[in-house]
């Protein structure tokens, strides 16, 4: 029997759309896994009345086929599902490391993004890794067609989810299929910005990297008080404010002093909006972790 900790992850981070990722200190899932003739699947804890069990609609389901490793699983869900924090990847990340391990697949954490990747599938209908990635290795990445790249990195951050949900299907329902040479260029110089700025460890830098005129403006739009709530953040100290991954959670980058601050005028711009909110006080940490 193996168990392993999988953080929730930001995606996106406003310019690097289906590209950029970052683990997140907390909240994260705790996935156990233990050899068995066929795969059952336990969910408890935050919104496992939301998730399926069948094997075959659950995110996990589809890497215990990917790696031809049946077990019994249990998950206890830290992160609230449809949060915009990559709910169904900490446990697709999870499974797929402790599944990795209990049947001595030999896989790196690299070549299991795609294998978790495929969970991700089953919930939004892509199998994007701009999740999974982080939520596997940790840190920052870039994933590309090509593979995963990450950096360790420290920044601090505050996620703020309120009580509301947007699918991952929904948020992508909006995503404008075209964008004009001016906006393609802003978030190219937007996203080199970011990155440089996690490389650094720098909040300022990457708060000026995360500006996105083209995927973020949609998105907010089915945030309620989304604008408020940023307005806020920045009031407050935040270095850079964007949709974390498809919403609703509003994700703020900060000097680690003022991330105290932050959160507090966030859940009130929320409250203001007749939205209850709870904020993470955060920062990129490690991915998934075996206990």
Do not use: W
């Not at 840190?139 to 989810?161: E, N, S």
């Amino acid at each position: 029997m193996i168990t392993v900790r999988a953080p929730a992850t930001s995606a996106n981070l406003g310019s690097g759309f289906d590209t950029f990722g970052a683990a997140l200190a907390r909240p994260a899932d705790v996935v156990t896994v233990e050899k068995a003739e066929t795969t059952s699947i336990e969910v408890t804890g935050v919104g496992a009345q939301y998730i399926p069990e069948d094997p075959e609609k659950n995110t996990v389901g589809a890497v215990v086929e990917a790696l031809d490793a049946p077990a019994e699983i249990h998950i206890d869900k830290g992160v609230r599902p449809a949060s915009g924090l990559g709910s169904s990847a900490a446990s697709a990340a999870a499974a797929a490391v402790g599944l990795n391990e209990l049947y001595d697949r030999g896989h790196s954490r690299e070549e299991l993004v795609p294998i978790a990747a495929k969970g991700e599938a089953v919930v939004s209908g892509v199998a994007h890794a701009d999740n999974v990635a982080p939520a596997i290795v940790g840190g920052f990445t870039v994933t590309t067609p090509t593979g995963t790249h990450g950096v360790d990195t420290g920044v601090p951050l505050v996620a703020c989810l309120p009580d509301v949900a947007v699918s991952t299907r929904d948020a992508r329902r909006v995503v404008p299929e075209t964008a004009s040479m001016e906006d393609v260029v802003e978030t190219v110089g937007n996203a080199a910005t970011l990155t440089i700025g996690m490389c650094r460890s720098d909040p300022a830098l990457v708060g000026e990297g995360m500006d996105d005129p083209v995927v973020t403006p949609e998105r907010a739009r089915l945030i309620t008080g989304y604008d408020d709530v940023r307005e806020a953040a920045f009031e407050a100290g935040a270095a850079g404010v964007t949709v974390s991954g498809a919403g609703p959670t509003v994700l703020a980058v900060c000097e680690e002093p003022r991330r105290r601050h932050i959160a507090a005028a966030m859940v009130d711009a929320f409250a203001n909006a007749g939205v209850e909110s709870r904020a993470y006080q955060t920062r990129i940490g490690r991915g998934a972790t075996v206990l």
